[in-house]
């Protein structure tokens, strides 16, 4: 499975004359295409030859024997844990001729860009968008089938905790966000995830006006009367899901169900629209048309892929650069969300799968009434 | 204090002729200093002016009309969440004349760097090490007193989480990672924080070897015969604290009991240097020779400063461009470990205050042993 993936990236390379690409996962600059070529979970930097070899320099040199499926395994370490110094290395190590073409990460800052340049002075520096970086985040939006029964993983899961949840809320016995919170971290585990996959987001009435309410969640009451928002993923061999649930509790405003149908209506409007060949900022304005007849806007993405990231290609949003179009083997969230400090805060979002012919949604998040 | 805080940063910036200083808060690209200045959590742009004005660009206009002490708050969503684009029209709205100097975060990757050079071709864009960010890690590694309460109560919830877990470890009430990382979770928050500091990483005797053991815990025992280490924060308002136990449990070998004594020398020796004056890269060199006479070495850095991110100011560790003094107001861990893949591992990290005249330890930390 790696192998296969770092021969496409070989092929690549090969057609783009890269004879080395670089890349970089630490702290504060994460990149799973590390775990995606090599199995590695991170810490480490990861170099790939047009040769056709894989050399992984790992800070943790105990974890990347027992995990990375690579060539060659270098500790971090014997190169002060530097990764200017490392590379430098390495490129020596591996005999590459000067002149050749090393790409390295296009997240590196522009002070460790100079530094590369001048270490690597006689060969021939890339850091750029539409390079190496692009053509993995090409490759990891769309799922091969492992990825997917990955994600199908995660995702049933992820329904099991849904329905446990809307349960306990009927029958009262989830009182505060940190009931939640606590509940989905011990399931996931329980159920042979490795966790979530990022902070779950509970936020109560008081609190849902917030995109991300801040702190993420609380020993606040949740429900209460009004409108909640429960965001949350588990993580299954690496891959996310991601769902959010909106909990509607006692007799709403008409603000609020005027809210919250125009939400439900911008999900059906967009989900008909989540097919292969279109453009998903084409969906996204749809969208943005929709809410802005209704004088309302939506402070956030329509939806964004999902995968070793809680967020990865494609991006699903209105802006000019985004050039996306939906195909087959992507795996995206569709997530519209409405945000007001009066009314509080919903947001929907399901995880979906794009199919030849369409979508499949792969989760079961809703709207929940409690009365 | 956020005012007294962007003031001592107007007067760096007149000194150092730097008309707009451009902070970035986004996901992939976190910068606490926008919540050091301004009280806003983040996802946001901070633009401070030489004039000593603070402009904030945030994703969630909610949330920082809330949270957030500034001059002026403007949406992101205005710039169609471009930082590049919306530097452009905040630096066009405060009127800022042709030629200025504008320093841009020096994490900038170089792509979007070329950006702003092209969007800001007017001005003398500036992205480096040892400026308006060095700055600011220095300002945040020596902490003001409120910053000096804060931790210390995020610390007296820690020892209090750690008291509490040598309890029930040694009534045998623990009986897997999970339960202790559940614990802590809940725990933290019930005494008012706003959470984990990080991810607690709880590792039995089966995956101690890692240094971060991966996943970061599991359903498996802990503790069990032989090493198991935890490792948590509590983040109180903001600041983390950082502590790692080791767990011992029945009767060790006497590799292990070798392993544990040098560690525990190595605290020692090391604490003795943390004081003013000491360059933090002596003391790491210092354990560095320590398990080398031993045979042994040392993967990760020796310490770190914490406060608003779990790593920060002071570097604590034995790298040539580790230019870092102890002085006081800092407030660091130490926290040296070793691993082996027989034997399993040991860390023992507690947070400690440099004082004027030495140093105060913060939490309690240590090895507890269970028969």
Redesign the interface.
């Known amino acids: 499975m790696f192998q296969r993936r770092r021969a496409d990236m070989y092929t690549w390379m090969a057609r783009n004359s890269i004879t080395i690409v670089v890349l970089e996962d630490f702290?504060?600059?994460?990149d799973p295409a590390i775990r995606y070529f090599s199995g590695h979970?991170g810490?480490a930097l990861l170099l790939l030859t047009i040769t056709g070899h894989s050399v992984l320099c790992p800070?943790?040199?105990?974890?990347a024997r027992y995990?990375a499926d690579v060539d060659v395994i270098t500790?971090y370490?014997e190169y002060?844990?530097?990764p200017v110094r490392a590379v430098r290395s390495l490129v020596d190590k591996i005999g590459t001729p000067a002149g050749s073409r090393i790409e390295i990460p296009?997240?590196?800052?522009?002070?460790t860009?100079l530094r590369y340049v001048e270490i690597l002075s006689e060969f021939n520096v890339q850091?750029?968008?539409g390079g190496a970086g692009t053509e993995v985040a090409r490759m990891r939006a769309i799922k091969d089938p492992v990825e997917i029964a990955t994600l199908e993983k995660a995702c049933a899961i992820t329904d099991a905790i849904v329905n446990q949840i809307e349960k306990l809320l009927i029958t009262g016995k989830i009182k505060t966000e940190?009931d939640l919170?606590?509940l989905i971290?011990?399931e996931a585990?329980?159920a042979g995830a490795?966790?979530t996959g990022f902070?779950t987001l509970a936020a109560g009435p008081l609190r849902s006006?917030?995109?991300?309410a801040?702190?993420?969640?609380?020993?606040s009451p949740f429900p209460g009367k009004g409108l909640s928002i429960l965001d949350f993923g588990v993580k299954f061999e690496g891959y996310t899901s991601d769902v959010t649930l909106t909990v509607a509790a006692g007799e709403l405003t008409k603000a609020q169900e005027k809210q919250l149908a125009l939400m439900e209506k911008a999900y059906k409007t967009a989900l008909a629209l989540y097919k292969p060949g279109v453009a998903t900022r084409t969906v996204s304005r749809a969208v943005d048309e929709l809410f802005s007849r209704a004088k309302r806007?939506m402070?956030?993405a329509l939806g964004h892929g999902i995968g070793l990231e809680a967020?990865e290609g494609p991006a699903i949003r209105s802006?000019?650069?985004n050039k996306w179009v939906f195909e087959p083997g992507m795996v995206v969230t569709l997530e519209p969300g409405l945000?007001d400090?009066e009314t509080g805060g919903c947001r929907l979002e399901n995880d979906i799968l794009i199919t030849e012919t369409g979508n499949r949604v792969l989760t079961n998040a809703r709207v929940i009434r409690i009365s």
């Open positions: 702290e504060g600059k994460r979970p810490d800070w943790d040199e105990h974890l995990m500790p370490s002060g844990r530097d296009e997240t590196t800052a522009y002070p860009f850091c750029r968008t940190a919170a606590l971290e011990r585990r329980a490795e966790g902070e006006y917030g995109i991300h801040f702190p993420a969640w609380t020993n806007s402070p956030h967020h802006r000019d650069d945000y400090p």
